[in-house]
Nanobody, 127 residues
Framework: QVQLVESGGRAVQFGASLRLSCAASGFTLDQHATAWFRQAPGKEREGVLCLSSSGASSYTAPFAKGRFTISRDIAKNMMYLQMNNLDITDTAVYYC????????????????????WGQGTQVTVSS
């Protein structure tokens, strides 16, 4: 059974750092594009970061540049989202996603680019 499970979301203060984790089971990440999305209250889900299955291409949303990074540990079958200098506007539910042999379009990533999803983890940033 294919499954992605996020963890690490919690309430933090403005300017803090936080690392989210996503554990994959039922498949291996080494042939999958991996990505993080987020959905703030009342807003559509938006792509944050993406790393292609080959690792040759990636996408970073403008708001994430210089603050967020995506990584994965193939041996552990884990992916991560490191978030630094968090802002109140980063408050959202964060989702990890994967797509077999997927890529990361430079113009942006959409939900339809990814087949497998986690259930989400809440990140709340307060002043």
């Amino acid at each position: 059974q294919v499954q992605l499970v996020e963890s690490g979301g919690r309430a933090v203060q403005f300017g803090a750092s936080l690392r989210l984790s996503c554990a994959a089971s039922g498949f291996t990440l080494d042939q999958h594009a991996t990505a993080w999305f987020r959905q703030a209250p009342g807003k559509e889900r938006e792509g944050v970061l993406c790393l292609s299955s080959s690792g040759a291409s990636s996408y970073t949303a403008p708001f994430a540049k210089g603050r967020f990074t995506i990584s994965r540990d193939i041996a552990k079958n884990m992916m991560y989202l490191q978030m630094n200098n968090l802002d109140i506007t980063d408050t959202a539910v964060y989702y990890c996603a994967a797509e077999y042999l997927g890529g990361c379009p430079r113009r942006g990533i959409g939900e339809t680019n990814f087949e497998d999803w986690g259930q989400g983890t809440q990140v709340t940033v307060s002043s």
